[in-house]
């Protein structure tokens, strides 16, 4: 159990550090996270919660007596995940609207916008009805801006295995130590 709760806490940090890495290169340049990444991240972040929740079944699990400790430690994992998603967003997200300060070729406000790649053309629709045709660097800018508000999702999601971890292991050392 000690090894499997060991690896469980190492895979978790790893994960977490990972999507940080990532969300910070981002941030540093012109990067633009991989699908593989940007949805590989949460989905291994859910699968690593399950098999922690797996570990620990026995001390996260409801029964019929009351823990408080235990539903503290729950509500705990869910404070840090949501906590650092809402910390986070400004760093990574910050101002950036695609609609804001806007004008449509018409001279209209813009009111919305949408990005599409066909046949090797890079191509933006304003308001429905404008497609003005954009440089392949100017779509790659665009679909890299559009993660920035998902990013601190990232790090909240791999917060979940590891906070979880750290909860499982200190009831579990509870439930010894009073056993002891």
């Given at each position: 159990?000690?090894?499997?709760?060991?690896?469980?806490?190492?895979?978790?940090?790893?994960?977490?550090?990972?999507?940080?890495?990532?969300?910070?290169?981002?941030?540093?340049?012109?990067?633009?996270i991989p699908s593989v990444l940007f949805f590989g991240t949460p989905l291994a972040a859910i699968a690593l919660s399950g098999v922690v929740f797996l570990l620990f079944r026995r001390e996260l699990a409801t029964d019929s007596k009351h823990d408080t400790l235990r539903n503290v430690g729950l509500a705990l994992v869910v404070a840090v995940a949501v906590g650092s998603m809402v910390l986070l967003r400004d760093r990574y997200h910050?101002?950036?609207?695609?609609?804001?300060?806007?004008?449509?070729?018409?001279?209209?406000?813009?009111?919305?916008?949408?990005?599409?790649?066909?046949?090797?053309?890079?191509?933006?629709?304003?308001?429905?009805?404008?497609?003005?045709?954009?440089?392949?660097?100017?779509?790659?800018e665009i679909e890299r801006m559009h993660q920035a508000p998902f990013l601190s999702g990232l790090i909240g999601f791999s917060t979940i295995p590891a906070s979880l971890t750290l909860v499982g292991l200190f009831l579990t050392w509870r439930r010894r130590a009073g056993a002891a």
């Open positions: 159990m000690k090894l499997l709760a060991s690896i469980a806490l190492a895979a978790s940090i790893a994960l977490l550090l990972v999507a940080v890495a990532m969300a910070e290169r981002w941030l540093q340049g012109q990067w633009e910050g101002d950036y609207s695609p609609l804001r300060d806007r004008t449509a070729p018409d001279g209209s406000k813009v009111t919305s916008v949408s990005w599409t790649e066909r046949d090797g053309r890079f191509i933006e629709t304003v308001n429905g009805r404008f497609q003005i045709e954009l440089t392949q660097s100017q779509y790659r």
